[in-house]
């Protein structure tokens, strides 16, 4: 009985490669450019990716931060009252 064909054990045609036309690497691309032109292609593609960023507008960002204030003050109460509670449980078995 054969494998299927691209098991693990016999891979498929495709995948076989020439010992002569593999390719070597020698060092990549960071090995041939300096630190400082490194760092201005980071911060470059930093700018990059920034540009692509949707931007809240003024109203949803009122919105998304009067969300986070109303759900840390419910925290705020509920972790009062919980502390509260186990306060007078303690008192009460302990004395």
Do not use: N
């Amino acid at each position: 009985m054969t494998d299927a064909v691209g098991s693990i054990d016999t891979p498929d045609a495709q995948d076989e490669v020439p010992e002569d036309k593999k390719k070597t690497r020698k060092g990549g691309k960071r090995a041939k450019k300096g630190p400082f032109k490194r760092l201005g292609i980071f911060y470059r593609q930093i700018v990059a990716e920034l540009r692509k960023v949707v931007w809240p507008t003024r109203s949803q960002l009122t919105t998304y931060t009067t969300v986070v204030i109303v759900f840390v003050v419910i925290m705020i109460g509920l972790v009062t009252v919980i502390d509260f509670g186990l306060d007078k449980a303690a008192k009460y078995v302990f004395g």
